[in-house]
């Protein structure tokens, strides 16, 4: 089954812990991405990537990291979160060519994050 | 910069009825255009897309969107509502001709009334 996974679903911690959350894909996409969604905002993009070690800022980079090692993963990084990280976290995965099928983009479950 | 503007954050319409849903585009450059639905605790699911081809495309579950350039519109139509349609509905608009780069509007919320 085609499907974007993410780890964890729901992480509450404090300011300053180091965080990571984890996404995969098992569809050897080569784009991947993540959005952050906040109420009355919409979703708004994060960091996305277009192969492995090819990684570039989206429209909120600020206070995130990426890597891309490996094709089938693109894991957050919050080196120090603060609060106003907090946030439904949504990870993505799409093949290169946008094509006419429709469903050719995945989105991950989320990852409800809330930073005391 | 691109843009886009979603009009009306909720939209309530009876089962039956025309759905419609505004998007307006700011754009310089031809865009790619992307509908997209989040029913309630789940992901978002693409509906339909715009890669400037035909202006009027169909996407999953009845819905279709027109691209009109001159209004820079694509508004999300539905002929007939049903009570699994209530959801998050979003527009989004890319540059890059995939999903690189994807910028997205704050989202209007469709309720169905029995």
């Known amino acids: 089954e085609a499907q974007v996974t993410q780890n964890p679903r729901y992480l509450i911690t404090v300011t300053g812990k180091k965080l990571t959350v984890t996404c995969s894909q098992n569809?050897?996409?080569?784009?991947m991405s993540w959005y952050r969604q906040d109420p009355g905002l919409g979703l708004r993009q994060i960091y996305y990537?277009?192969?492995?070690?090819?990684?570039d800022k989206g429209d909120v980079p600020e206070g995130y990291k990426v890597s891309r090692k490996e094709k089938r993963n693109f894991p957050l990084i919050l080196e120090s979160p603060s609060p106003n990280q907090t946030s439904l976290y949504f990870c993505?995965?799409?093949?290169?060519?946008?094509?006419?099928?429709?469903?050719?983009?995945?989105f991950g479950p989320g990852t409800r994050l809330l930073v005391l | 910069a691109q843009s886009v503007t979603q009009l009306g954050s909720h939209v309530s319409v009876s089962e039956g009825a025309l759905v419609l849903l505004r998007c307006n585009y700011s754009s310089s450059v031809p865009p790619y255009l992307f509908w997209y639905v989040q029913y309630p605790n789940q992901g978002l699911q693409l509906l339909l897309k715009y890669t400037s081809a035909a202006t009027l495309v169909k996407g999953i579950n009845g819905f279709e969107a027109e691209f009109k350039k001159s209004e820079t519109s694509f508004h999300l139509t539905k002929t007939s509502a049903h009570m699994s349609d209530a959801a998050e509905y979003f527009c989004?608009?890319?540059?890059?001709?995939?999903?690189?780069?994807?910028?997205f509007g704050t989202g209007t919320k469709l309720q169905v009334i029995p």
């Open positions: 989004a608009v890319s540059f890059s001709g995939g999903y690189q780069k994807v910028t």
């Open positions: 990537s277009m192969n492995v070690e090819v990684t």
């Open positions: 569809m050897n996409h080569e784009y």
């Open positions: 993505a995965s799409s093949p290169p060519l946008a094509g006419e099928n429709p469903k050719t983009q995945y």
